[in-house]
C-alpha cells in the first residue's frame, strides 16, 4: 500500500502543482493582456497629440502662406495703380468729363471700313503675313514686367477699334 499512498501524494502533489501553474499563467495573461491595453491606449493617445500637433502647425503654415499671398496681392495692385493707362484722353485738358465716343473714333482714324477690316482678320492672316519684311523688335523697357510696345495713341486706337468691333 506504500505504493499507493505514494502515487497518491504525488497525484495530489502534481494536481496542486498544476493548479499553482493555471493560477500563475491566467495573472499573466491578465497582466500581458492590461499591458497591451495600456500600450494601446497611450499609442493612440500619443497618436492623437501628434495629429493635433501637426494639424497646428498645417494651419499655422497655411496662414502664414494667406498673409503672403494677401501682401504679395496688395503689391500687385499698388503697381498696378502706378502703371498709366493709356486709355485715356491725351488733349491734356485734365477735365474728368468723360470725351464723346463718337469724337474719339474720328480723331483716331477709327472708320466703318476699318471696323470690316479687322472683323476679316483671323488667326491664318498672321499665318501667311511674311515676317522678311518686319524690322528687328527692340528691347523695349519693361515697368513690373508688362511690355509697353505701344504708345499712348497707339493703345488709345487699339482700344477704341477692339471695343468698337462686334466679332
Excluded at 493709356?86 to 480723331?107: F, K, M, N
Excluded at 492672316?125 to 527692340?138: A, N
Amino acid at each position: 500500500m506504500d505504493l499507493w499512498q505514494r502515487a497518491r501524494v504525488f497525484a495530489e502533489e502534481a494536481a496542486k502543482k498544476s493548479q499553482e501553474i493555471s493560477i500563475e499563467a491566467a495573472k499573466r495573461s491578465q497582466d500581458l493582456t492590461k499591458g497591451a491595453a495600456k500600450f494601446s491606449q497611450e499609442f493612440v493617445s500619443e497618436t492623437a497629440k501628434k495629429s493635433k500637433e501637426f494639424a497646428a502647425e498645417a494651419s499655422k503654415k497655411a496662414d502664414s502662406i494667406k498673409i503672403e499671398a494677401l501682401k504679395r496681392a496688395d503689391q500687385i495692385k499698388a503697381l498696378a495703380g502706378e502703371i498709366p493707362l493709356p486709355i485715356g484722353s491725351s488733349d491734356g485738358s485734365g477735365s474728368s468729363v468723360a470725351p464723346d465716343p463718337q469724337v474719339d473714333l474720328e480723331r483716331f482714324g477709327v472708320t466703318d471700313e476699318l471696323r470690316e477690316f479687322v472683323k476679316g482678320i483671323t488667326l491664318s492672316t498672321f499665318r501667311d503675313f511674311p515676317m522678311e519684311d518686319e524690322p528687328e523688335m527692340q528691347e523695349v523697357r519693361t515697368l513690373s514686367n508688362v511690355r509697353q510696345d505701344l504708345s499712348e495713341w497707339q493703345a488709345r486706337h487699339a482700344t477704341l477699334v477692339l471695343s468698337t468691333v462686334k466679332l
